[in-house]
């Protein structure tokens, strides 16, 4: 290649590609570096907008009892044996 005003200009020797061999050779390309990279998964966003925010907890009134951490705490919470061992 040769320098000209500012520009690289091809040799005659040069292989000379239409517009759309180049786009063609361009888009084979990003489509192979595309397929080599490690996929990721797409990370959540933070905080989404939304004009009505609602806990999912709350919005069922029996969905503490379906953790079942919580039904065992609340069963010792009313065990009376269990509580004169905590007071």
């Known amino acids: 290649m040769a320098w000209s005003g500012g520009r690289m200009r091809p040799d005659r020797s040069d292989i000379h590609l239409s517009r759309e ?8 390309t990003r489509e192979y570096f595309e397929e080599i990279a490690p996929k990721r998964h797409t ?10 925010y609602e806990d999912t907890l709350s919005a069922n009134s ?8 919580y039904a065992e705490f609340q069963r010792l919470e009313n065990d009376p044996q269990v509580s004169l061992l905590l007071f």
Request: charged letters at 40%; glycine letters at 0%.
């Open 62 to 69: 029996n969905s503490t009892t379906s953790i079942p951490e």
């Open 43 to 52: 990370k959540p966003q933070r905080s989404e907008y939304s004009t009505q």
């Open 21 to 28: 061999e180049e786009a063609k050779i361009e888009e084979e």
